[in-house]
Every structure is written in C-alpha cells, then in structure tokens.
C-alpha cells in the first residue's frame, strides 16, 4: 500500500542549560560555568523511494537532540544531534503551524524547524564589576510545527485510460518495473514508476467515469499526475466506443485541473491483435479526429516499441 498522504509533528532539540561553577583552585576561584548546548534541527530530504512515507504510517512524533548542559572549566555543553528525515522526491511539505510550503526535490537537506539556542554559564557574566557572577540561563525550547506531507510523483510521462488498457504492460515492456498485470479493473492500485534511460514513466491506476469526484480509483492518484510532462493516454482495441473513452478521461483530468488538458497528449490504441485490421483502422480513423497524435501500439511488436522508445526519448532531461 502506497502512503501518499501522512500528518506528523516535528521538534526541534531544547537548548541545554548554562551552569554556575567556579573554579575550586585556591588561587583562582573565578566562575567557569559554561554554555549549554544548541538544540538539535530538523531537516527533510528526498529519495527515489516512491514508499518513504511508509515510515510515517503508525509513528507520528519526530524529535531531534537535546542539547546538553553547560559543564565546569568553561567547557560548553554538547550540541543536540540533527534528526533528517526521508520523504519521496516530489513530496509536498505544508506546515500548518507556519502556513508555508516547501517541496522536496532531491537528496539536500531543507530545514525546517532550529533547534533552541543553549543558555549561558556564569563564565559568559564575568566582568570588571562582577567577579564572581552567580547567574546562568536556562536553554531555549526549539520550533515545533504540525505537518501535512503530500506526495506528488515527479515523471515525465503519464500512462493514463481507463482500467485494463495495457498501461501496466507497457510499462513492464519499456522500464521492467514489474507491475503486476491481469485481465480485471483496478489491477493498478497505487502508482509504480519506472525509468527508460533517464525518462520517469508513472502508471497512474485506472480512471472511471466520476474519478474527480472521487469514484473508483482516480480521485486519490489523479493529483500525481500534474507535474507529468506529456500523457500516453491508452484505449484497448476492443472498446465498444473509443470516442466515449478518450472523452471520459479527458472530462475527468478537467475537472480535477484544467490545465491538465493542456499538457502534451499522445494517444495509442492498445491490445491491437483483439480486432480485425478493417476494425483498427475505423478506430483509428475516429481518434485521429479527436487527437492528431494517435496510433498503436503493442508489446508484441518490435517496430512499435522501437517508435514508442524513440517518442519517450524526446522527454528526456538531457
């Protein structure tokens, strides 16, 4: 199961306590109480691993290091350890205590809460008026924030349709990500990546009619969608009607973003051996109507992975 979607609450380290001590020597006897230590931070980076927000599942409560207290001879408490935490590429960070927010793109850390600044020994009030200072300060409560993650899938290419149009299998055939494929609706139920060269595919699960408004699959996975930078919109062969079929996804990508419709759109017929060749070409004939970019395609066709490897290649961040 895909987590996409998690609230957590983070804490940065409490600042260690400065510290009143003097120095026990005969002969000197002046203060030398030291600082505390600064708070740990929290930061966030990203990952390729779509499922790094499973981690968040059942544990919600983050916190990084205390710092340490002050100690005698001067010496500093030690500084809290910085707590980073993994979230997917593409992660969407809303805080709700600051109202901001800050996405996740690759592997530098983002900070997001600081850790408390540790308070002051005796030593640090030492002066030509006061010699022997009996004064420390407590360390500082670090940030804390509520957080709502949302993940957003970073891909270049969409697979879209509705259920059973063979995205799963094309993207076995040109990436190996092994998604699991069978003759049933909603055999995709969380998004799979996949990579051909350095070209992010994502098989984005099965569309029905009323997905934007949260039927079926599609409501919870059409968000992921949105940072694609062109669609393979597939319709099986041996629809009944592929006018209807290309018109009900695209209904639904409107409603959920208009912009969506926008984007690049390259339509492919799929499982082309389940008709007849005069059968093909009417069809055919009817989406060329709807989308100049239409053709076909099949796993089982050596020159029509060749096209489609070449059209994906056009997309690559090179």
Known sequence: MLIDEVKI???????????????????????????????????????????????????????????????????????????????????????FTTGEDVEIMDENPVLLVKGGKGGRGNYTFKSSVNTTPRESTPGLNGESAELFLELRLIADIGLIGLPNVGKSSLLNELTKANVKVANYHFTTLEPSLGAYKNVILADIPGLIEGAAEGKGLGHKFLKHIKRTKAFFHLISADSKDVAKDYKTIRKELGKFEEFLLEKIEYVFISRTDLVSEKELKEKIKILKKLNKNTGTISIYDPDAMEKIEKLVLKFSKQ
């Open 9 to 95: 609450n983070i804490k940065a380290g409490k600042g260690g306590d400065g510290i009143v001590a003097f120095d026990k020597s005969k002969y000197a006897q002046g203060p030398t109480g030291g600082n505390g230590g600064k708070g740990g931070n929290v930061y966030f980076k990203g990952t390729v691993n779509i499922a790094a927000l499973s981690r968040f599942r059942y544990q919600k409560d983050f916190a990084a290091g205390d710092g340490g207290r002050g100690m005698t001879q001067r010496k500093h408490g030690k500084d809290g350890d910085d707590l980073i935490l993994v979230v997917p590429n593409g992660t969407v960070i809303h805080n």
